[in-house]
């Protein structure tokens, strides 16, 4: 089975961003770093002791990847929003021997002393026009959320809008199960997210 441990939020620059959506809505983020392998950085909040929200940015002092960066950055723009979200899983070979399609490649990735496995595709991009998760199996360092400071902030909903409503939720369905997702149809596939916060809801 797979749960969702954290959401990716995109931005074309990562200090501009944390600034508008700090100033917009009240967020705090803290930690985070850079992506050797991927050339980008970022930023984070916890939500909770297993999940968090990714800021997340092409980074300008790393040299880019020689293919396109996880999460379909390299084509971003615009205002800061969800872009990707991620499920956790104990054992990702297994995992994705159960997936009738290619998620992407297994790449071993670190950040300090961080360990990860993780799926990302050639192109940049997940399946179903990117609303499938990417998956990530922790391996050393334990998890980030564990190293966040409580900011009072919660993941309440992950919603997917997408022509496809019907292929992903049968997808998905033997391997996730969280209330917190909803899978409805809309012409342009699309990823948002309703946080609680202590000052009151954001939509992302």
């Known amino acids: 089975m797979m749960v969702l441990d954290h ?26 770093g850079q992506h050797m392998d991927m050339g980008t950085h970022n930023r984070l909040i916890g939500l909770g002791p297993a999940e968090y929200l990714e800021l997340i940015a092409p980074c300008p002092d790393i040299p880019a990847p020689a293919q396109p960066r996880w999460f379909d950055l390299d084509r971003f723009s615009g205002a800061p929003r969800a872009r990707a979200w991620v499920c956790a899983v104990a ?14 490649k297994i790449w071993n990735l670190g950040r300090g002393d961080l360990r ?3 799926t990302i595709p050639e192109n940049g991009i997940l399946p179903f026009d990117g609303l499938f998760p990417a998956l990530i199996e922790w391996q050393s360092g334990g998890h980030p959320a564990a190293r966040l400071d ?17 292929a ?4 998905l369905a033997p391997m996730f199960n969280d ?26």
């Open 7 to 32: 959401v990716a939020i995109a931005a074309e620059d990562l200090a501009s961003a944390e600034a508008a959506l700090t100033a917009t809505h009240g967020l705090r983020f803290q930690g985070g």
């Open 91 to 104: 054992d990702l070979d297994a995992a994705l021997a159960q997936i009738p399609f290619t998620v992407g």
């Open 116 to 118: 990860w496995r993780m």
């Open 150 to 166: 409580e900011v009072n902030t919660r993941l309440s909903a992950v919603a997917l809008e997408t022509p496809q409503a019907e």
């Open 168 to 171: 992903l939720r049968r997808a």
């Open 179 to 204: 209330a917190r997702l909803t899978i409805s149809h809309g012409a342009v596939p699309k990823i948002s997210v309703t946080l609680g916060t202590d000052t009151g809801v954001v939509v992302l």
